[in-house]
């Protein structure tokens, strides 16, 4: 998982139960083991490494009797380049390749439920993200995102053998690249192996495998992006405590699902300081609280399945600001965009960004007096402005230069 944001949140405490018995430790903690092992070398794009993990979970697709629904098999390959982002410490525009890992549940039905989880992590090299002192240590990533790629898996054996047939279809998807900017999921959004408009809500998962056995906190992000999700948190059982946001943007791999109008669910138990670290080990890993958190993602998706209809909602977006910064623009940036400039996403509603009148897919070329060839130009640049401050700022719209007035 990217560095997750700063929440306000609202603390819900639901009592009781009511959930599938047949996710287990068991059943989860085989695939984390072997996910986080040594062996794996950390899961980054393009490494042998990388290709273990797109064998075995294409493997378990295959046992759960899921149908391939990749370009080539279970698999999505492609190709992409690095680019600094604002955690990097190096970037060399190294081209990588990466695989989406893409199975179907087919049920007959109209509508399709994807439930993913990005499977990359940061290897052992001078990875940008890493926060560990020592780079050059394996980071084996059990939580981040060995957990969710595990929860996606034993999500896809109960749904493909429990003996139901839901009234939605499921796509189980995992992603690659999401350390480098959610470029797997982006590349499935605009090459997808299926049609967009059939798939009716998105669950992701990442980072679920360090639920704290004292406060029992799940954070559900994405609860504004549809109106249908009020009567189904209300009416599930659970004995986590659930903090909710309701953005559809974040820094996982929902946000790339939001940005093509679907409805997004995003569950995370929380920032630890093992992330992005050669510490974040499979020893680490709360399993028990890991199947809770499963059981009760397994009901919210049975409810989703079970919904005539699930309406897409616009969200106001949370400010991504860093604590270095005293102004934010409010954008999402494009961390795939090889050109000049920084490409714009998304704009966060009542931020600067859309006051000023920027828009998705604009290229910011100037802010101030400061020119922005990539993320850190940007970054510099925001680094260097106050707030209340009125400054220009250029963006190439249909190529053509634009000069804007922002004040931040």
């Known amino acids: 998982m990217r560095l997750k944001l700063g929440l306000a949140t609202l603390l819900l405490s639901i009592a009781g139960v009511g959930i599938a018995q047949n996710i287990t430790v068991d059943v989860i903690k085989p ?3 072997y996910l986080a ?3 794996l070398q950390g899961r980054e794009p393009g490494t042998k490494g990388e290709k273990l993990a797109i064998k075995y979970i294409s493997q378990q697709f295959k046992s759960y009797g899921l149908k391939p629904m990749g370009s080539k098999g279970y698999a999505q390959p492609f190709t992409y380049k690095t680019k600094k982002t604002p955690h990097d410490t190096v970037a060399n525009g190294t081209p990588k390749n990466g695989s989406n890992v893409i199975g179907f549940l087919d049920n007959g039905a109209a509508k399709t439920i994807v439930i993913g989880g990005h499977f990359d992590h940061l290897g052992f090299k001078e990875h940008g993200s890493s926060l560990d002192k020592n780079k050059k240590l394996i980071h084996n990533g059990a939580d981040d995102n060995a957990s969710g790629t595990a929860g996606v898996l ?4 109960y749904f493909a053998n ?9 796509l189980f998807m995992c992603y690659s690249a999401e350390e480098d900017g959610l470029i797997g999921s982006k ?3 605009n090459n997808p192996t299926m049609d967009l408009s059939k798939i009716s809500a998105m669950i992701n998962m990442d ?26 948190f209300a009416n599930t059982k659970t004995n986590l405590t659930l903090g909710f946001d309701s953005s559809g943007i974040g820094p996982s791999d929902q946000t790339s699902f939001y940005l093509k109008n679907i409805p997004v669910l995003h569950f995370f138990t929380g920032q630890h300081t093992d992330y992005h670290k050669s510490t974040d080990d499979t020893e680490k890993i709360n399993f028990a609280g890991e199947v809770e958190v499963l059981q009760f993602i397994q009901q919210i998706a049975s409810a989703l399945a079970e919904t005539e209809n699930i309406p897409f909602t616009k969200t106001k977006q949370p400010e991504q600001a860093r604590v270095s910064f005293k102004v934010t623009l409010g954008i999402m940036p494009d961390y795939s965009f090889e050109g000049k400039g920084v490409k714009i996403d998304a704009v966060n509603e009542g931020k600067p960004a859309i006051l000023a009148g920027m828009q998705a897919g604009d290229v910011l070329i100037q802010l101030g007096e400061f020119t922005v060839n990539n993320m850190q130009d ?21 190529g053509n230069p ?3 007035s922002v004040t931040f």
Do not use: C, W
């Not at 034993?154 to 054996?157: D, F, P, Q, S």
């Not at 429990?162 to 499921?170: A, L």
């Not at 799940?218 to 009567?231: D, E, I, K, Q, R």
């Open 31 to 33: 695939h984390i083991t």
């Open 207 to 232: 980072m679920i495998g360090r639920l704290n056995d004292s406060t029992k906190k799940l954070m559900v992000f994405g609860v504004g992006t549809s109106p249908a999700y009020t009567n189904i």
């Open 378 to 398: 940007y970054m510099k640049a925001l680094s260097k402005h106050s707030k209340g401050q009125q400054v220009k700022a250029t963006v190439l719209r249909g």
């Open 154 to 157: 034993a999500l896809a054996n």
């Open 402 to 404: 634009v000069t804007l």
């Open 37 to 39: 092992d040594d062996k």
């Open 187 to 189: 590349y499935f959004t």
């Open 162 to 170: 429990n003996g139901i047939k839901e009234k939605s279809n499921f």
